[in-house]
């Protein structure tokens, strides 16, 4: 089970931190994809981290941005953002992989999601 947290409003440029906590499975054995979809538009992939190495994929539009990370004692990765623009505005959601991979399709396609939390940057 995961549980994703952390959203609400700021202003452009501002930062956020979402959490993706797991309970019932060891995160370190598994991969975490962050995922997010806006209004009227399909759901993206943004960040995904392996548990296997640490071994982070950005989506080019977070890249420099956004940094994923991971705390195995707690198990739960994290999602900095900073620098938050309008389009970041969206429904942010995790997802879990039962295994070691970055690639945002598998883990999409593992129907292992947490419930979503919504970020809102105001211009």
């Known amino acids: 089970q995961l549980q994703a947290f952390g959203g609400g409003l700021v202003q452009t440029g501002g930062s956020l931190r979402l959490s993706c906590a797991a309970s019932?499975?060891?995160?370190?054995?598994?991969?975490i994809g962050w995922f997010r979809q806006a209004p009227g538009k399909e759901r993206e992939g943004v960040s995904s981290i392996s548990g296997r190495d640490g071994r982070a994929y950005y989506t080019a539009s977070v890249k420099g941005r956004f940094t994923i990370s991971r705390d195995n004692a707690k198990n739960t990765v994290y999602l900095q953002m900073t620098g938050l623009k309008p389009e970041d505005t969206a429904v942010y959601y995790c997802?879990?992989?039962?295994?070691?991979?970055?690639?945002?399709?598998?883990?999409?396609?593992?129907?292992?999601w947490g419930q979503g939390t919504l970020v809102t940057v105001s211009s």
């Open positions: 019932g499975f060891t995160l370190e054995y598994g991969s």
């Open positions: 997802a879990l992989y039962r295994g070691w991979t970055n690639d945002m399709g598998a883990i999409a396609d593992s129907r292992s």
